[in-house]
């Protein structure tokens, strides 16, 4: 047997068939089943995540509207320091809890950009003057941009 014949003997080399794109490789099903569940749970998750972060704010105004309206001036800003700086500590935010004065206005209104400084005031120096008068408007105006900071500052 000579090399020619042992040559025309051999079958012919053929292309081999494409590759199908059906089934998929197992990976391919665990990607696809995980981000199903991923897309059915998601809604679900952030429904769960405002719910928690609603009642957290709720829990934090609600500490501070707890202090008796009718308190002397003087005793209702020292009140909500207090109850502020309370949400503050149990947050881990232990610095904070050791300001006063300007340095305590400065902190919140370094936490919340569009605060309203003038309507914070009161929580400063205005704390520590002995014939504090606050009008309804000031003490409304307090709480209105206490509920804001809160919201923004996720206590």
Not at 34 to 48: E, F, H, I, Y
Request: glycine letters at 2%.
């Amino acid at each position: 047997m000579d090399a020619s014949s042992l040559q025309a003997q051999l079958i012919p080399a053929q292309q081999p068939a494409p590759i199908t794109w059906w089934p998929p490789a197992p990976g391919w099903w665990v990607l696809v089943i995980g981000l199903l569940l991923l897309a059915l749970l998601l809604p679900w998750l952030l429904r769960q995540a405002r719910r928690h972060k609603r009642r957290r704010h709720r829990h934090s105004w609600q500490v501070l509207a707890d202090i008796p309206a009718q308190l002397p001036d003087a005793q209702w800003l020292a009140a909500i320091n207090i109850r502020l700086k309370q949400l503050l500590k149990q947050r881990g935010d232990e610095a904070a809890t050791r300001l006063f004065g300007e340095a305590w206005l400065d902190y919140l209104c370094s936490r919340n950009p569009q605060a309203r400084r003038d309507a914070l005031q009161p929580l400063a120096a205005d704390l520590y003057r002995p014939q504090l008068q606050l009008s309804a408007e000031q003490r409304q105006a307090l709480l209105k941009e206490l509920r804001r900071w809160i919201r923004h500052d996720d206590v």
